[in-house]
């Protein structure tokens, strides 16, 4: 399984960035597909939205309303809309998935390398 995560970049605040997820050996009837972020001094990562299989998504709050995630199956491919972009939003991004379903995406499934993304003020 390999997932290759791109979009990333440098932004100003209040900008938009899409992000790229192409998944490639990963089948399953059930599955969630996340992306994540990490910044410096985190414990752990976020999980900062989420998609089902069943269609069904989950978001951190902090980006409600700002944050789109959805899936083309024919691509193999997720994406992250992200809107309204905040300095705060500045983290690095890992795409993750799991036979599984959101909120219980371990470091054990499979995860990207990360993408960089930073907001400017």
């Known amino acids: 399984v390999q997932l290759v995560e791109s979009g990333g970049g440098l932004v100003q605040a209040g900008g938009s960035l899409r992000l790229s997820c192409v998944a490639s050996?990963?089948?399953?009837?059930?599955?969630?597909i996340a992306w994540f972020r990490e910044t410096p001094g985190m414990e752990e990562r976020e999980e900062t939205a989420?998609?089902?299989?069943?269609?069904?998504?989950y978001y951190v709050d902090s980006v409600k309303g700002r944050f789109t995630i959805s899936i083309n199956n024919a691509k193999n491919t997720v994406y992250l809309q992200m809107n309204s972009l905040k300095p705060e939003d500045t983290a690095d991004y890992y795409c993750?998935?799991?036979?599984?379903?959101?909120?219980?995406?371990?470091?054990?499934?499979?995860w990207g390398m990360g993408i960089q993304v930073t907001v400017s003020s």
């Open positions: 993750a998935a799991a036979r599984s379903t959101c909120r219980h995406i371990y470091p054990d499934d499979y």
């Open positions: 989420c998609i089902n299989s069943d269609g069904s998504t």
């Open positions: 050996g990963f089948t399953s009837d059930d599955y969630a």
